[in-house]
């Protein structure tokens, strides 16, 4: 982002991940819950350094290092400082003064349950300090104001954030609230906020204070307003569910926007990396982990589950398919119901239709691998790999015990089980002689009978 005169503002993006979250009912530190198959604090760290935080200083609560470690994970340029003491926000951003010390033209100051927040949001708290303001808050207007700051606006100014306890009756009636999160000019950010003191009820420092404290030192502060949604806050479990549905409407409004076909929208969830090129077609009852790709032309049939994949131009998955992580899928190939893949590249025009398990393994590109086919890839201690080649025929009700090869055109016998390789056009099969024994099954049902009768 550039000043007026021109030159690239610098950002530091101070997140707040102190809070215990204990309504949440979990071990788990409730910034570390997951929405669209993304942790919230990642979330906001995204949003953070799209919108330009090349500086990133994250406070967390004692002992927390495994919030610490999600933070250096998405952001590895990350500070982490800890607020030993839960004494309110301003005294939580305090706790990274050294990041505050090291100067930056703007400061944007976010917590990390409130996942929602866009880095275009964030880009427009950044221009108001641009343009002159030492303050920027960014403010929204529910359908029902009870329980937040009143923003106080003078024109384009604004004035004061007001708790609804120290609201006057003419001050409630205001229905543009304060969402939370905040920007500060750099030059001035430090100043203000060592100004904020604790005489409230609770004995904190509040950051909400910056604002009149901005005004006291001559300074100008305004409020951007945004949607409810962009600062829709976590604190319980209903709420995570509430802002995992939001953020599904977005993804998958964006998703048709691109050119992808969802059958029912409202039934396929999608994670917030998920890549769908143009004419993908997507039915019922889908879910996508992290880390898929799905090429232009394809089509991912109802109730399949992806997850780490890729799958390639014009392929088919499902019904009823799951690609676990590292799963392959090359140019119009078909994975049909009940097929699993993991750790598996399946080549150009390969085919797996029904019942079969592809793990550790290379499919050719034209190999056909039959119904209830599985490559053994596990011995108990290590995984193997299994190599089948193009244009391959893996009959019916096979097992390959990796780590073996079936070579190029190679035909295995329905039913056989593999353990050694096996050369290119040639035949396999590993099955006892059938043995018919003429009349044996009446035999065993007259013994069985009889023992029966004298019982």
Known sequence: MNSPNGHQRSCLAIVLAAGEGTRMRSSTPKVLHSIGGKTLIAHVLTAATQAGGAQVAVVVGPGRDDVAAEARKVAPQAQVF?????????HAVLA??????????DVLVMFADTPLVTAETLSQLRGALSGGAAVAVLGFTPKDPTGYGRLVMSGQDLTAIVEEKDATPEQR????????LMALAGKQALAII???????????????????????MGLKAVAIETGEDDVRGINTKAQLAETEAV???????????????????????????????????????????????????ATIRSFSHLEGAHVGRGARVGPFARLRPGAKLGVDVHIGNFVEVKAATIEDGAKANHLAYIGDARVGAGANIGAGTITCNYDGVDKHKTDIGKGAFIGTNSSLVAPVKIGDGAYIGSGSVITKDVPADALSFERAEQTNKEGWAARFRAAKAARKKKS
């Open 247 to 297: 953020l599904q409407t977005r993804l998958r409004n964006a998703a048709m926007e691109a050119g992808v076909t969802l059958v029912a929208p409202e039934t396929v969830f999608l994670s917030s990396d998920t890549k769908l090129g143009r004419d993908v077609t997507i039915e019922p009852n889908v879910v996508f982990g992290p880390g898929v790709t799905v090429e232009e032309g």
């Open 96 to 105: 990274a003064r050294k990041a505050l010390e090291a100067g930056a033209d």
């Open 82 to 90: 800890e607020q030993t003491e839960r004494l309110g926000t301003a």
């Open 194 to 216: 060592d100004k904020i003191g604790n005489a409230n009820a609770k004995g904190e420092y509040y950051l909400t204070d910056a604002v009149a404290i901005a005004r006291g």
């Open 173 to 180: 009636q205001i229905g543009f609230c304060n969402g939370g």
